[in-house]
């Protein structure tokens, strides 16, 4: 089956790798507005595939959609950014035409592929690739909290000293520095509830440092990540293609769960062929509960500039 990425960049270039070295699809295609530059990330991942043994056929083509036709699943990550300093609401003025664009592009030659929406910020740029495509809700997916939660683990796993694979919890709400809840109260050690293994003290360390991953990672690098995040949207593409149905936390449209609708926000699902085969509804303190729905209305106000 095949994928295609749009944007080349930094996060299109690492997911189409994972996606290749996971050997799960037959076709990576990778897209970008920048000429030559699709064209050159794909030949120099090709030149790994005897290097690391893999048969995904990875092609980049310059603003040719018709190379795209026929995708099951779709990457957008194309737009800028952000860099030390901003935020990822910054971005919506540029990002917003590109996903808009992009959105309409895919469909136009793969009628019936899932969508993946990267770029930021990400929550609205979900709920403005809805409104630009009518598309039915299982269709469209905002990759946010697989990338959160796995730097939700990172740093459980740094205060437990422990491997992270012992770990296992969700980051939901809204994919940005403040509206982000990590679910401690949840959040096990092989079934044992961390808050027996950290105090409260780690505990809020934790979900500080989680909340601004993704920032400390941009002040480091001078632009945002890329491994964490094009791995995360793998694990998408791969639970889709190979249904999976792992559950995960993604930005989706809601209709009435968690008592919010008409707005794309992190909440776990199970990924499957169809996309979003399912929300799943949990039980949340009263304090995540109200930090959840703080961080609803923030992105309610970010989608309002959609419209101004
Ligand atoms: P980048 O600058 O390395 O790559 C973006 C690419 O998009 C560039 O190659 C650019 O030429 C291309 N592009 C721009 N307009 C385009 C268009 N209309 N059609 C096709 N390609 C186009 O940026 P990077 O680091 O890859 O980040 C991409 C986006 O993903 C940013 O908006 C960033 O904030 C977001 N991001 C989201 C994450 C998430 O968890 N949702 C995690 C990391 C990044």
């Known amino acids: 089956s095949k994928v295609t990425v749009v944007g080349a960049g930094n996060v299109g270039a690492s997911c189409a790798e994972y996606i290749a070295i996971k050997n799960f699809a037959s076709e990576v295609v990778l897209i970008d507005i920048k000429e030559g530059f699709a064209e050159g990330k794909a030949m120099d991942l090709m030149q790994t595939a005897s290097l690391n043994g893999f048969d995904t056929r990875i092609t980049g083509v310059t603003n040719d959609y018709s190379k795209t036709a026929g995708s ?25 035409g590109i996903v808009k664009d992009v959105t309409t592009k895919i469909l136009e030659h793969s009628p019936e592929a899932i969508i993946i929406v990267v770029s930021n910020p990400m929550d609205t740029m979900t709920y403005l690739s809805h409104k630009a495509s009518g598309l039915p809700k299982n269709r469209i ?56 293994f950290i105090d409260e003290e780690k505990q809020s360390y934790v979900i500080e440092e989680t909340k601004i991953g993704g920032a400390t990672l941009t002040k480091l690098l001078g632009t945002s990540a890329w491994y964490a995040p094009g791995a995360a949207v793998s694990v998408l593409v791969h639970s889709i293609l190979a249904d999976q149905k792992k559950m995960v936390p993604c930005s989706l449209m809601l209709d009435g769960e968690y008592g919010l609708s008409d707005i794309c926000f992190g909440v776990p699902a199970i990924i499957g062929k169809n996309g979003v085969e399912k929300i799943v509804e949990v039980e949340l303190t009263e304090d995540e509960k109200a930090k959840f729905n703080e961080a609803a209305d923030a992105v309610r106000k970010t989608n309002d500039v959609l419209y101004e």
């Open 72 to 96: 099951k699943v779709a990457v957008i990550t194309s737009g800028v950014p952000r860099k030390p300093g901003m935020t990822r609401e910054d971005l919506i003025g540029i990002n917003a």
């Open 141 to 196: 997916i905002g990759m946010g909290g697989a990338l959160d939660s796995a730097r939700f683990k990172y740093r459980l796993a740094e205060a437990l000293e422990c491997p992270a694979s012992d770990i296992d919890g969700m980051v939901i709400g809204a994919h940005s520095d403040t509206g982000m809840v990590p679910l401690m109260s949840k959040a096990t050690r092989n079934g044992v509830p961390v808050v027996n």
